[in-house]
Nanobody
Framework: QVQPVESGGGLVQAGESLRLSCAAS???????MGWYRQAPGKQRELVAS???????SYADSVKGRFTISRDNARNTVYLQMNSLKSEDTSVYYC????????WGQGTQVTVSS
């Protein structure tokens, strides 16, 4: 099972960038991974995913602004977030796709307008 540890969140102003990292305890070599987010009072949603072969997919709300990538040798998945908006404020998690197993603690991203 993959145990994720997310990092890289913080408080930024609208229009700025952040890069999130997800370090997995086990190998992610052949695993379909994704970044999810959950805002207060809302359901957790998948915002970006990447297959073991590197094919990516994005939610419409982040398309063109976020980029997901992976480094299988480091068992790490990244989320580069540019042109951040206040509506991107959430706790961000990584997990397998579809989600299962263990959720990490997540990393808080707060975007002030």
């Amino acid at each position: 099972q993959v145990q994720p540890v997310e990092s890289g969140g913080g408080l930024v102003q609208a229009g700025e960038s952040l890069r999130l990292s997800c370090a997995a305890s086990g190998s992610i070599f052949s695993i379909f991974m994704g970044w999810y987010r959950q805002a207060p009072g809302k359901q957790r949603e998948l915002v970006a995913s990447i297959t073991s072969g590197g094919r990516t997919s994005y939610a419409d709300s982040v398309k063109g602004r976020f980029t997901i990538s992976r480094d299988n040798a480091r068992n790490t998945v990244y989320l580069q977030m540019n042109s951040l908006k206040s509506e991107d404020t959430s706790v961000y998690y990584c997990n397998v796709v579809p989600p299962g197993g263990n959720w990490g603690q997540g990393t808080q991203v707060t975007v002030s307008s």
